[in-house]
Nanobody
Framework: QVQLVESGGGLVQPGGSLRLSCAAS????????MGWYRQAPGKQRDLVAV???????SYADSVKGRFTISRDNAENALYLQMNSLKPEDTAVYYC?????????????????WGQGTQVTVSS
């Protein structure tokens, strides 16, 4: 089974930075596209960043220029560097393996959902 464990969230002031991590198992990680999703209370879960097996990336307009997705295939690890954080970035952040190994937000996670990690941006 695909298992995903997110970590690194916390409380940060506007303009601050956080680095999220995701540990993946149950997949051949090196050939699998990965993505970060976020879900605010009462809202749908949206894919905000994608990275293919060979490092090609795509970002939602809401995070473009502020967030950077990366991966370490030797460690089966996925990361999301978040800079210039805004209150509207407040959400639970989830990672998942993606069906299509292409740098597109038109993609779908196929693993089970982890608990996510809470990011709160507030002064």
């Amino acid at each position: 089974q695909v298992q995903l464990v997110e970590s690194g969230g916390g409380l940060v002031q506007p303009g601050g930075s956080l680095r999220l991590s995701c540990a993946a198992s149950g997949i051949i990680f090196r050939i699998t596209a990965m993505g970060w999703y976020r879900q605010a209370p009462g809202k749908q879960r949206d894919l905000v960043a994608v990275i293919t097996s060979d490092g090609r990336t795509s970002y939602a307009d809401s995070v473009k220029g502020r967030f950077t997705i990366s991966r370490d295939n030797a460690e089966n690890a996925l990361y999301l560097q978040m800079n210039s954080l805004k209150p509207e970035d407040t959400a639970v952040y989830y990672c998942n393996a993606l069906v299509k190994n292409m740098p597109t937000l038109s993609n779908s996670g196929f693993g089970s959902w982890g608990q996510g990690t809470q990011v709160t941006v507030s002064s």
